[in-house]
């Protein structure tokens, strides 16, 4: 494969850091990616060269501010393949990108006794904004179950949609069990019934190709802090026919047109749906992060993580006692496990300190953990810096933990 993994890691200052002494292995990409030079450079280079709000003064640096801030708007366009530029909305990540759709459609179009579908592997971020507003309106959240394997049960799904459907909200990708789940299927049967679905791609965007006209999704959200960018920015994209029906969700500056004591007339998306100041740095270095991921290319990605996740899971079934959640067909890099007799959060601190960085607990996912009675798990999930010898010194660690449980080195 044509994959120079030295240049890539080489643009991540931070992965030849040393903790406790010993190199980092970087293994809790879907909590969060690093930043590579490319996304560091263009944060300082905002503030080094020019810098002003965006959209309002007619100055040189808040129009050179506002080109390069509209720019990413079209490469976040372009990345995705949506159809027009206002379908992409800005937010602070994932999390308010679902609280927009929940509050806004919801208000618009959810009454009593309407019903809400949401998957059982969803992350807490697009369960709970859809029981508020359920809550507020009257209306219902039904569940989408998945089976031992970490698949959805889209069966189910003809049974579960009735006329009181309103949505469908589900993971491209679901940031425990890894598993990839066959939205444009889940789409297509939703569509049959006229109702749209809501796509939460914080864990899919930087590992697959995402065209969201071939999935004809409705929404699609997702996270730059997951994709190598800044933190606190994020994206909501909608179908233009969604949007423009859907009142506001903060009210502010820049989201109006006329602002009268008598009345207020809104601005037309996507600023109807961006109040106040935004992340202008961070949007900016955001755009760094979505030409890497391309010059790298998604399909690279994907195979390189596809056999960093073979590789893994292999190694990992080495391991007397080894419990692994979620071995969906169609998987992503993310491995979810606990090993008999000793206690994930052990597993994480002592890990920790031979340089290690994993995610223990519940990943945000209760449900997940509820299907499977566990309290929480150990999860590797990889990024496209992370390499076999990483995993390779990671299953010696795991090992150092075991014998210092009692167990017999493998
Ligand atoms: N959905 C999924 C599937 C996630 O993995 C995460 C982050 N762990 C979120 C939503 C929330 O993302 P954020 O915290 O960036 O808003």
């Known amino acids: 494969m044509n994959y120079d993994i030295h240049k ?18 970087y293994f809790d990409n879907a909590a969060s990616a690093q930043k590579p030079v ?18 309002r003064a007619s100055h040189y640096m808040a129009d ?12 976040v366009q372009q990345f995705i393949h949506a159809e027009n530029r206002e379908e992409i909305i800005f937010t602070k990540g994932t999390t308010e990108s679902v609280n927009l759709v929940a509050t806004s459609f919801g208000e618009q179009f959810l009454s009593p006794g309407s019903e809400i579908i949401v998957s059982e592997m969803e992350h807490h971020s697009n369960i709970v904004p859809w029981q508020i507003i359920a809550l ?22 003809p049974e579960l949609i009735n006329s009181k459907t309103k949505l469908i909200a589900v993971a491209h990708v679901s940031n425990v069990l890894g598993t990839i789940n066959p939205v444009a299927q889940i789409i297509e049967t939703a569509h049959q019934r006229d109702i749209p679905v809501f796509v939460d791609g914080a864990q899919a965007i930087q590992h697959i190709p995402v065209d969201v006209q071939a999935l004809d999704a409705d929404f ?44 207020t007339t ?38 390189w993580e596809q056999e960093l996740l073979t590789y893994a899971t292999r190694k990992l079934k080495e391991i007397p006692g080894m419990q692994i959640y ?25 890990i920790d300190k031979m340089g290690v960085a994993l995610r223990t607990g519940h990943h945000c996912a209760d449900p997940v ?12 999930s990889f990024g496209m810096y992370n390499t076999i010898e990483e995993i390779d010194l990671f299953i010696k660690a795991l090992n150092k933990v075991r014998l210092m449980f009692g167990q017999v080195a493998t």
């Open 64 to 75: 050179k501010a506002t080109e390069e801030f509209e720019g990413v708007r079209d490469k």
């Open 38 to 55: 490319q996304v560091l450079m263009q944060q300082e280079r905002l503030h080094n060269d020019f810098y002003g709000n965006i959209h």
């Open 369 to 380: 953990m509820q299907r499977y009675n566990i309290q929480g798990t150990v999860r590797i």
């Open 136 to 157: 507020n309106k009257g209306a219902k959240v039904v569940k989408l179950p998945f089976s031992d394997s970490g698949e959805l049960q889209t069966g189910l799904l």
């Open 220 to 263: 699609y959200a997702f996270s730059a802090h997951k994709m190598y960018g800044p933190n606190g920015v994020g994206v909501l994209y909608g179908k233009k026919k969604w949007l423009e029906q859907m009142p506001p969700y903060q009210g502010g500056g820049e989201m109006i047109s006329e602002v009268s004591f008598e009345k």
């Open 8 to 25: 890539i890691r080489s643009y991540f200052p931070v992965l030849k850091q040393k903790v406790y002494n010993k190199p980092v292995i």
């Open 326 to 350: 979620g071995e969906a067909p169609h998987k992503s890099g993310v491995i979810s496990f606990n090993i008999e007799g000793i206690h994930a959060f052990d597993l994480g601190t002592m």
């Open 266 to 303: 809104f601005s037309e998306i996507p600023f109807k749906f961006e109040a106040g100041t935004p992340n202008i740095t961070g949007v900016i270095a955001f755009g760094a992060a979505i030409d890497l991921l391309q010059e790298t290319g998604l399909e690279n990605i994907a195979g």
